[in-house]
């Protein structure tokens, strides 16, 4: 966890009689969330706090879910005696400990209170109260490129176009690239009842709560002129180029939903040109 501060506003705080300095205080308190002490964490704050819950129960989730590292600049400090209130640059770099695997940026200006209660300090305010909440669904856009390459192998072009911002699909011409082939997006297959299953391999998730790059290396089969055709012919092994890559997507949360924003290479969804 690397510390940083501005050396003149720490200078200018005093030593609480019989306490850490309000700086130390604060980086416990992100020493305790790196190391998932919701023990140490909770006792930080008063109960009475306003949005107390909020933070608790957040901050609870989080520590389960993910290890966090933390990165301090103070800036601004008021109060005296047993009271200080200070402003404060928080960011968060998040890693995903389980389920679908990702790396989140988050990054607030912060403003919190502190009073000495009793020689030891307590977070009486701060805000905002959701810096500590835990990264939004990643199965559910993980669930969307699923969804998406179903859609696509099931040859339904509406359902498919449905997960793209329509600027960038009229931009890049994604409706009629699609329509020029049905799309087997599989390497797996299940033998016993030869059900086709999309082959998408997640190799990078990074960004913020609401804007990520999505890395994964898609490989599909592309069968032209066969749109109607029963996907039982495609397991006997009628197919004309399988297509494998890393395709690189840049996605954004629109309401509770995910959207794919844009992706390269842009021509991944084309039907290559016929060898000579």
Do not use: Y
Not at 192 to 217: C, F, H, K, M, Y
């Amino acid at each position: 966890m690397r510390k940083t501060f501005a050396l003149a506003v720490l200078a200018a705080w005093p030593l609480s009689a019989a306490g850490p300095s309000p700086v130390d205080f604060v980086w416990g308190v992100a020493l305790a969330l790196s190391n998932g002490d919701t023990a140490a964490f909770h006792e930080a704050f008063d109960p009475a706090m306003p949005g107390f819950k909020a933070v608790q129960s957040g901050a609870d989730a989080l520590m389960a879910q993910a290890r966090v590292e933390s990165h301090i600049q103070f800036h601004q400090a008021s109060g005296e005696g047993p009271e200080r209130t200070l402003e404060l640059d928080w960011s968060l770099d998040i890693t995903q400990r389980g389920g679908i695997p990702g790396l989140t940026h988050r990054a607030a200006k912060v403003r919190c209170r502190l009073v000495d209660r009793g020689g030891k300090w307590r977070i009486t305010s701060f805000e905002p109260a959701d810096l500590f909440a835990p990264p939004p669904d990643m199965a559910g856009m993980w669930n969307m490129f699923h969804e998406a390459a179903s859609a696509l192998n099931n040859g339904d072009i509406g359902e498919f176009l449905r997960f793209f911002d329509p600027a960038f699909a009229a931009k890049i011409h994604l409706k009629d690239a699609v329509a020029e082939f049905q799309v087997v997006s599989t390497i797996e297959r299940d033998v016993a009842t030869n059900e086709l299953q999309p082959s998408l391999d997640l190799v990078l998730n990074e960004g913020d709560d609401r804007a990520r790059t999505v890395g994964i290396d898609w490989a599909m089969d592309l069968v032209q002129g066969m749109a109607n055709t029963e996907l039982s012919s495609t397991v006997s092994g009628v197919v004309n180029v399988r297509k494998n890559d890393r395709v690189t997507f840049r996605v954004a949360r629109d309401g509770k939903k995910w959207r794919i924003e844009s992706f390269e290479p842009a021509d991944f969804f084309q039907m290559p040109p016929p060898k000579n």
